[in-house]
């Protein structure tokens, strides 16, 4: 009986003939493996930078002044909001502008001298006293708007980053995360930021003991530790909750009881009149 070669099983010593195929998928497959555990322990991720792309699209279209708008400040306890506008002139747009949070302080302040020097920029301003007043949503997005009125040359469209647009004379477009998508809002966002920073660090020297030139306001256990000891300032926001804890504590004169609307109490009916029934009514 003759048996058919191919049939027979390779010896065990034998090189397999797909070998270097194999060889080739265990390795890719340890490169992906490797690259997901390099993502899982942190490894730097590379990240688009903002594009001047949809300016350009509208400029195709005639649509010219084109600005961005961004703030900075809604999460700290302490100091005002503060919010650019800009329009970058697009044939002098200065290089490595970029979402204020991926720069570093070094980076913002040289970005920021150039844009100022190349661009139309306005700032607003929102106090604390308006934030208080109106709540930190809302005193954002007056000093955006405050920001865009106040630009040199009035936009036909503006950007703005977030969810909410803004009531203003021309189209806004708002776009989620568009600090590090569109390139007139980076550049605001770097402007804002700046700005405020600097701000904090005057009132700084104002306020010596909370470390304000350090975190610019923000709720870090340095902040807090300093709320507990010190009690709030004048530019701490009142309705935050770890500054109204600091003030229950410091300044307990200062709270309002609050009133509690579920409480039940008694209430004493007395019955003066009586009414007499006429017995040739039939009653």
Not at 27 to 35: E, F, L, M, R
Not at 181 to 199: E, G, N, Q
Not at 211 to 223: C, D, L, T
Not at 252 to 281: G, H, K, N
Request: hydrophobic share 45%.
């Amino acid at each position: 009986m003759i048996r058919d070669k191919s049939t027979r099983k390779p010896a065990k010593d034998a090189p397999e003939k797909d070998a270097p195929k194999k060889d080739a998928a265990k390795k890719a497959a340890k490169g992906s493996a490797v690259k997901a555990a390099a993502g899982r322990q942190g490894a730097i991720i590379a990240v688009a930078s903002p594009t001047f792309r949809r300016e350009r699209a509208l400029i195709k279209r005639g649509v010219w002044p084109v600005a961005g708008c961004d703030e900075a400040g809604r999460g700290p306890l302490a100091g005002p909001v503060v919010a650019a506008a800009v329009i970058l002139d697009p044939d002098r747009i200065p290089r490595g502008i970029d979402d204020s949070k991926r720069l570093t302080a070094e980076e913002r302040e040289r970005l920021f001298d150039k844009i100022c020097a190349t661009a139309q920029v306005s700032v607003a301003v929102a106090s604390r006293s308006r934030i208080d007043r109106d709540n930190i949503l809302r005193a954002s997005l007056w000093a955006l708007k405050r920001a865009v009125v106040a630009l040199p040359d009035a936009p036909r469209h503006v950007f703005v980053d977030g969810r909410d647009r803004l009531d203003t004379a021309c189209d806004c477009e708002a776009v989620i995360g568009g600090d590090g998508i569109v390139l007139s809002i980076a550049a605001a966002s770097i402007i804002a930021k700046v700005t405020r920073d600097r701000l904090m660090c005057a009132l700084a020297q104002d306020c010596p003991g909370y470390g304000f030139e350090q975190h610019k306001g923000y709720a870090v256990p340095e902040h807090l530790d300093a709320l507990d000891r010190l009690g709030p300032t004048i530019h701490h926001r009142s309705f935050f909750a770890p500054v109204a804890a600091a003030r229950a504590k410091h300044m307990p004169w200062t709270v309002e009881p609050v009133r509690d609307l579920f409480a039940v109490t008694e209430v004493e009916v007395q019955v003066e009149a009586s009414v007499e029934i006429d017995a040739s009514a039939g009653l």
